[in-house]
């Protein structure tokens, strides 16, 4: 068990933040036991309205794309673990179902108090943003989920193109560096050199999230 003050000294040491260092600390804390019990996968338990927040926080951060479909239900290679895959099997099943279902069966789930202090970024928009907007136009939560699942289907033929544009593009990648062909990286369309920069990215650094429009651009 990792205390408030392991992830507070985790989140100083790395400059992040404590919601993004607990998050770090659990999955790798989760992905050694998965190494070490020689499992197959670590299925963890992200819902539907997780998926909801998740986009909002990406859209209020300014992300593109990428942000925008929100998690994956299948995700390999990811920051952890390059051989096993992280796995999201409730992104489809919103939070009142799972909870009905638990109720019929007479379980109790753990809650995590941390869960409600709205000092946090997620749980300012579980408690407050989503519920305004579920006020201003019922449904909303759907819509959103509904539109995560529309762009990832429509990435993923993207990413198809993309990875043609790589092949041109890309010269040569080593340590520390990606190098592109200028003027074959210049005659893609705009929309294709900015995620050619953001894959490479991701090769120089993969458990960088967030990457902002500035910072490609």
């Not at 539109?147 to 990832?152: A, G, I, P, Q």
Request: proline fraction near 3%; glycine fraction near 6%; hydrophobic fraction near 40%.
């Amino acid at each position: 068990v990792v205390g408030k003050e392991d992830v507070a000294g985790f989140a100083s040491s790395h400059g992040l933040s404590i919601e993004e260092a607990a998050r770090e600390v659990r999955y790798r804390f989760l992905f050694q036991q998965a190494e070490q019990h020689h499992a197959l996968g670590v299925a963890v338990g992200h819902n539907a309205d997780d998926q909801v927040e998740t986009v909002l926080m990406h859209l209020l951060r300014g992300s593109g794309l990428d942000g925008l479909r929100g998690m994956s239900v299948y995700s390999l290679p990811h920051a952890w673990s390059a051989s096993i895959p992280l796995l999201r099997p409730l992104l489809g099943v919103w939070r009142e179902e799972i909870l009905a279902h638990l109720a019929e069966h007479h379980l109790q789930p753990n809650q995590d108090a941390s869960n409600l202090d709205t000092r946090y970024f997620r749980n300012r928009l579980r408690h407050e943003l989503v519920p305004h907007l579920e006020a201003l136009k019922p449904g909303a939560r759907q819509h959103i989920w509904r539109m995560s699942e529309l762009l990832r289907e429509e990435a993923a033929v993207l990413d198809i193109q993309v990875e043609a544009a790589w092949q041109t593009c890309c010269r040569e990648t080593g340590t520390g560096f990606v190098a592109f062909d200028a003027s074959r990286l210049q005659a893609e369309p705009l929309a294709t050199q900015r995620r050619l920069v953001l894959r490479g990215i991701s090769r120089l650094n993969h458990g960088l999230r967030d990457i902002d429009y500035a910072a490609v651009e």
